[in-house]
Protein backbone atom coordinates (compact mmCIF):
# COMPACT_ATOMS: atom_id res chain seq x y z
CA UNK A 1 0.00 0.00 0.00
CA UNK A 2 2.85 2.15 0.75
CA UNK A 3 4.74 1.91 -2.60
CA UNK A 4 0.95 2.02 -4.30
CA UNK A 5 0.52 5.44 -2.57
CA UNK A 6 4.28 7.05 -3.05
CA UNK A 7 3.71 6.02 -7.07
CA UNK A 8 0.48 7.74 -6.90
CA UNK A 9 1.68 11.14 -5.63
CA UNK A 10 4.73 10.51 -8.02
CA UNK A 11 2.17 10.78 -10.96
CA UNK A 12 0.54 13.71 -9.65
CA UNK A 13 3.44 15.45 -9.49
CA UNK A 14 4.40 14.60 -13.04
CA UNK A 15 1.30 15.97 -14.39
CA UNK A 16 1.81 19.04 -12.15
CA UNK A 17 5.18 20.01 -13.63
CA UNK A 18 4.06 19.26 -17.33
CA UNK A 19 2.55 22.17 -18.87
CA UNK A 20 1.11 20.73 -21.62
CA UNK A 21 -1.27 18.09 -19.33
CA UNK A 22 -2.22 20.95 -17.53
CA UNK A 23 -3.26 23.07 -20.21
CA UNK A 24 -5.07 19.31 -21.85
CA UNK A 25 -6.57 18.32 -18.46
CA UNK A 26 -7.63 21.52 -17.24
CA UNK A 27 -7.10 24.53 -19.02
CA UNK A 28 -9.02 23.43 -22.19
CA UNK A 29 -12.31 22.36 -20.20
CA UNK A 30 -12.09 25.75 -18.43
CA UNK A 31 -11.50 27.85 -21.61
CA UNK A 32 -14.52 25.46 -24.01
CA UNK A 33 -16.78 26.12 -20.84
CA UNK A 34 -16.20 30.03 -20.11
CA UNK A 35 -15.98 30.92 -23.90
CA UNK A 36 -19.15 29.14 -25.66
CA UNK A 37 -21.33 30.02 -22.45
CA UNK A 38 -20.54 33.72 -22.58
CA UNK A 39 -19.85 33.94 -27.07
CA UNK A 40 -23.06 32.75 -28.74
CA UNK A 41 -21.94 31.02 -31.44
CA UNK A 42 -23.08 26.96 -31.34
CA UNK A 43 -26.32 25.62 -31.15
CA UNK A 44 -27.25 24.20 -27.43
CA UNK A 45 -30.46 23.79 -27.75
CA UNK A 46 -33.24 25.02 -25.74
CA UNK A 47 -32.62 26.69 -22.32
CA UNK A 48 -29.19 28.55 -20.59
CA UNK A 49 -25.97 27.58 -22.74
CA UNK A 50 -24.23 26.98 -19.83
CA UNK A 51 -27.02 24.19 -18.82
CA UNK A 52 -26.31 22.47 -22.21
CA UNK A 53 -22.43 22.88 -22.02
CA UNK A 54 -21.25 21.49 -18.28
CA UNK A 55 -22.41 18.07 -19.22
CA UNK A 56 -20.48 18.14 -22.08
CA UNK A 57 -17.61 19.82 -20.86
CA UNK A 58 -17.66 17.59 -17.57
CA UNK A 59 -16.65 14.46 -19.99
CA UNK A 60 -14.25 16.06 -22.38
CA UNK A 61 -12.55 16.70 -18.87
CA UNK A 62 -12.88 12.67 -18.53
CA UNK A 63 -12.21 12.06 -21.48
CA UNK A 64 -8.75 14.57 -21.68
CA UNK A 65 -7.40 12.61 -18.09
CA UNK A 66 -8.47 9.22 -18.46
CA UNK A 67 -7.60 8.72 -22.60
CA UNK A 68 -4.96 11.31 -23.70
CA UNK A 69 -3.28 12.68 -20.18
CA UNK A 70 -2.76 8.59 -19.24
CA UNK A 71 -2.00 7.59 -22.97
CA UNK A 72 0.44 9.88 -23.73
CA UNK A 73 2.41 9.62 -20.48
CA UNK A 74 2.04 5.76 -20.35
CA UNK A 75 2.98 5.40 -24.18
CA UNK A 76 6.59 7.52 -24.11
CA UNK A 77 7.27 5.90 -20.80
CA UNK A 78 6.55 2.59 -22.75
CA UNK A 79 8.98 3.30 -25.75
CA UNK A 80 11.77 4.89 -23.39
CA UNK A 81 11.97 1.69 -21.67
CA UNK A 82 10.90 3.43 -18.00
CA UNK A 83 7.96 0.96 -18.31
CA UNK A 84 9.52 -2.23 -18.15
CA UNK A 85 12.05 -0.74 -15.32
CA UNK A 86 9.25 0.09 -13.21
CA UNK A 87 7.35 -2.51 -13.16
CA UNK A 88 10.04 -4.79 -12.37
CA UNK A 89 10.90 -3.05 -9.32
CA UNK A 90 8.94 -4.16 -6.13
CA UNK A 91 5.89 -1.59 -6.91
CA UNK A 92 5.08 -4.68 -9.21
CA UNK A 93 2.81 -4.06 -12.51
CA UNK A 94 -0.42 -3.98 -11.12
CA UNK A 95 0.64 -1.89 -8.40
CA UNK A 96 2.03 0.74 -11.12
CA UNK A 97 -1.33 0.65 -13.36
CA UNK A 98 -3.59 0.99 -10.34
CA UNK A 99 -1.34 4.10 -9.19
CA UNK A 100 -1.75 5.26 -12.87
CA UNK A 101 -5.85 4.83 -12.17
CA UNK A 102 -5.81 6.33 -8.66
CA UNK A 103 -4.18 9.17 -10.40
CA UNK A 104 -6.35 9.71 -13.29
CA UNK A 105 -9.43 9.85 -10.64
CA UNK A 106 -8.30 12.41 -8.52
CA UNK A 107 -7.29 14.85 -11.19
CA UNK A 108 -10.98 13.79 -12.63
CA UNK A 109 -12.31 14.70 -9.09
CA UNK A 110 -10.47 18.19 -9.25
CA UNK A 111 -11.20 18.75 -12.56
CA UNK A 112 -15.36 18.58 -11.65
CA UNK A 113 -15.23 20.65 -8.51
CA UNK A 114 -13.45 23.60 -10.41
CA UNK A 115 -15.59 23.09 -13.32
CA UNK A 116 -18.91 22.90 -11.42
CA UNK A 117 -17.70 26.30 -9.68
CA UNK A 118 -17.32 28.09 -12.89
CA UNK A 119 -20.22 26.64 -14.03
CA UNK A 120 -22.42 28.59 -10.94
CA UNK A 121 -20.16 31.38 -11.46
CA UNK A 122 -22.40 31.31 -15.04
CA UNK A 123 -25.84 30.72 -13.63
CA UNK A 124 -25.93 26.86 -13.76
CA UNK A 125 -27.44 25.29 -10.37
CA UNK A 126 -26.70 21.97 -9.13
CA UNK A 127 -30.67 21.62 -7.65
CA UNK A 128 -31.53 19.01 -9.99
CA UNK A 129 -28.20 17.18 -9.97
CA UNK A 130 -28.96 13.03 -10.18
CA UNK A 131 -25.92 11.62 -8.43
CA UNK A 132 -26.25 8.25 -9.54
CA UNK A 133 -26.27 8.75 -13.13
CA UNK A 134 -23.31 11.24 -12.18
CA UNK A 135 -21.17 8.27 -10.88
CA UNK A 136 -22.66 5.65 -13.56
CA UNK A 137 -21.22 8.28 -16.02
CA UNK A 138 -17.61 8.58 -13.86
CA UNK A 139 -17.24 5.06 -13.37
CA UNK A 140 -18.12 3.76 -16.53
CA UNK A 141 -16.53 6.88 -19.03
CA UNK A 142 -13.47 6.62 -16.72
CA UNK A 143 -13.09 2.59 -17.62
CA UNK A 144 -13.78 3.15 -21.12
CA UNK A 145 -11.37 5.99 -21.47
CA UNK A 146 -8.70 4.30 -19.20
CA UNK A 147 -9.03 1.30 -22.15
CA UNK A 148 -9.08 2.94 -24.73
CA UNK A 149 -5.98 4.79 -24.11
CA UNK A 150 -4.05 2.34 -22.36
CA UNK A 151 -4.39 0.17 -25.40
CA UNK A 152 -3.16 2.53 -27.94
CA UNK A 153 -0.19 3.24 -25.77
CA UNK A 154 0.46 -0.30 -24.90
CA UNK A 155 0.37 -1.05 -28.66
CA UNK A 156 2.13 1.62 -30.60
CA UNK A 157 5.01 3.63 -31.02
CA UNK A 158 5.38 6.38 -28.88
CA UNK A 159 5.23 9.11 -31.87
CA UNK A 160 2.55 7.00 -33.58
CA UNK A 161 0.56 6.86 -29.73
CA UNK A 162 0.60 10.70 -30.06
CA UNK A 163 -0.48 11.10 -33.18
CA UNK A 164 -3.31 8.55 -32.41
CA UNK A 165 -4.85 9.74 -28.94
CA UNK A 166 -4.87 13.52 -30.38
CA UNK A 167 -6.58 12.54 -33.48
CA UNK A 168 -9.14 10.20 -31.17
CA UNK A 169 -9.98 13.60 -28.79
CA UNK A 170 -10.67 15.74 -31.77
CA UNK A 171 -12.45 13.37 -33.49
CA UNK A 172 -14.80 12.64 -30.44
CA UNK A 173 -14.47 16.25 -29.86
CA UNK A 174 -16.36 17.35 -32.59
CA UNK A 175 -18.58 14.40 -33.52
CA UNK A 176 -19.72 13.10 -29.93
CA UNK A 177 -22.42 15.87 -29.21
CA UNK A 178 -20.61 17.18 -26.46
CA UNK A 179 -19.82 20.59 -27.90
CA UNK A 180 -22.38 20.98 -30.54
CA UNK A 181 -25.94 19.62 -29.89
CA UNK A 182 -26.35 16.44 -31.53
CA UNK A 183 -29.85 17.24 -32.28
CA UNK A 184 -28.68 19.78 -34.84
CA UNK A 185 -26.05 17.44 -36.71
CA UNK A 186 -27.26 15.01 -39.70
CA UNK A 187 -28.67 11.99 -39.26
CA UNK A 188 -26.25 9.95 -39.72
CA UNK A 189 -23.50 12.16 -37.76
CA UNK A 190 -26.19 12.22 -34.91
CA UNK A 191 -26.25 8.05 -35.26
CA UNK A 192 -22.68 8.09 -35.22
CA UNK A 193 -22.57 10.34 -32.22
CA UNK A 194 -25.13 8.28 -29.53
CA UNK A 195 -22.78 5.12 -30.49
CA UNK A 196 -19.36 6.30 -29.35
CA UNK A 197 -18.16 6.37 -26.05
CA UNK A 198 -17.96 10.39 -25.38
CA UNK A 199 -21.45 10.69 -26.78
CA UNK A 200 -22.98 8.20 -24.53
CA UNK A 201 -21.01 10.23 -21.38
CA UNK A 202 -22.30 13.70 -22.59
CA UNK A 203 -26.01 12.06 -22.65
CA UNK A 204 -25.44 10.22 -19.38
CA UNK A 205 -23.87 13.74 -17.60
CA UNK A 206 -27.25 15.86 -19.16
CA UNK A 207 -29.64 13.44 -17.04
CA UNK A 208 -27.31 13.76 -14.42
CA UNK A 209 -27.05 17.70 -14.47
CA UNK A 210 -30.93 18.18 -14.78
CA UNK A 211 -30.36 19.78 -18.90
CA UNK A 212 -32.17 16.32 -20.07
CA UNK A 213 -34.87 13.74 -19.05
CA UNK A 214 -33.23 11.14 -21.47
CA UNK A 215 -33.43 7.30 -20.09
CA UNK A 216 -29.85 6.05 -18.96
CA UNK A 217 -30.41 2.60 -20.08
CA UNK A 218 -29.49 3.28 -23.71
CA UNK A 219 -25.90 4.96 -22.98
CA UNK A 220 -24.85 3.43 -20.06
CA UNK A 221 -25.37 0.06 -22.52
CA UNK A 222 -22.84 1.79 -24.62
CA UNK A 223 -20.14 2.88 -22.24
CA UNK A 224 -20.35 -0.74 -20.77
CA UNK A 225 -19.97 -2.07 -24.19
CA UNK A 226 -16.74 0.02 -24.49
CA UNK A 227 -15.37 -0.83 -21.68
CA UNK A 228 -15.23 -4.32 -21.59
CA UNK A 229 -14.33 -4.38 -25.36
CA UNK A 230 -11.45 -1.59 -24.80
CA UNK A 231 -10.38 -3.12 -21.49
CA UNK A 232 -10.21 -6.81 -22.37
CA UNK A 233 -8.26 -5.52 -25.67
CA UNK A 234 -6.16 -4.01 -23.46
CA UNK A 235 -5.53 -6.88 -21.34
CA UNK A 236 -4.90 -9.31 -24.25
CA UNK A 237 -2.28 -6.78 -26.37
CA UNK A 238 -0.64 -4.31 -23.78
CA UNK A 239 3.20 -4.83 -24.47
CA UNK A 240 5.62 -2.99 -21.68
CA UNK A 241 8.05 -2.11 -24.33
CA UNK A 242 8.02 -1.87 -28.13
CA UNK A 243 10.63 -4.55 -28.32
CA UNK A 244 8.29 -6.81 -26.46
CA UNK A 245 7.51 -10.19 -28.04
CA UNK A 246 3.99 -9.97 -27.65
CA UNK A 247 3.75 -6.90 -29.68
Known sequence: MKQWRAQTLAELRLLARNGEQLLLTIGIPVLLLVFFSVVDVLPTGEGDAIDFLLPGVLAIALMSTAM??????????????????????????????AAKVASVVSVQVFQFVVLAIIAALLGWSASDMNIAALLIGFLFGTASFVGIGLLLAGTLRGEINLAAQNGLYLLMLLLSGMIIDADSMPAA??????????????????????????????????????SAAALTLTGRNFSWSPSDSRR
Open 189 to 226: LNSLATALPSGALATIFRTATGHSSDALAGPTMVLIAW
Open 68 to 97: VSLGIATGFERSYGVLKRLGATPLGRPRLI
